[in-house]
């Protein structure tokens, strides 16, 4: 059985910080994991992704203040999330995608930033 289990969403003030966390099972030989987010009446975008090998990719409203990462080992991918701004306030979905090119989605985590 496949499953993302988010954790570390919350409430927190503009310029704190939260740390994200994405545990995966039930999948083999995971090539992509990363992050999308969702902002009320808007469409889900990438925040980050990091490869297998330890490339990475951030969408340019985050760069320089989200920092990925992630542990083979434990299938597990983090987002460390500085200098948060009201606009990062969005569900958080962990994503992952195997070598065969087929893609798993978490349930999702909230995070709102307060002003």
């Known amino acids: 059985q496949v499953q993302l289990v988010e954790s570390g969403g919350g409430l927190v003030q503009a310029g704190g910080s939260l740390r994200l966390s994405c545990a995966a099972s039930?999948?083999?030989?995971?090539?992509?994991m990363g992050w999308y987010r969702q902002a009320p009446g808007k469409q889900r975008a990438l925040a980050a992704l990091?490869?297998?090998?330890?490339?990475?990719n951030y969408a340019d409203s985050v760069k320089g203040r989200f920092t990925i990462s992630r542990d083979n080992a434990k299938n597990t991918v983090y987002l460390q999330m500085n200098s948060l701004k009201p606009e990062d306030t969005a569900v958080y979905y962990c994503y992952a995608l195997d070598r065969t090119g087929r893609g798993y989605w978490g349930q999702g985590t909230q995070v709102t930033v307060s002003s």
């Open positions: 039930g999948i083999f030989s995971i090539n992509v």
């Open positions: 990091i490869t297998s090998g330890g490339n990475t």
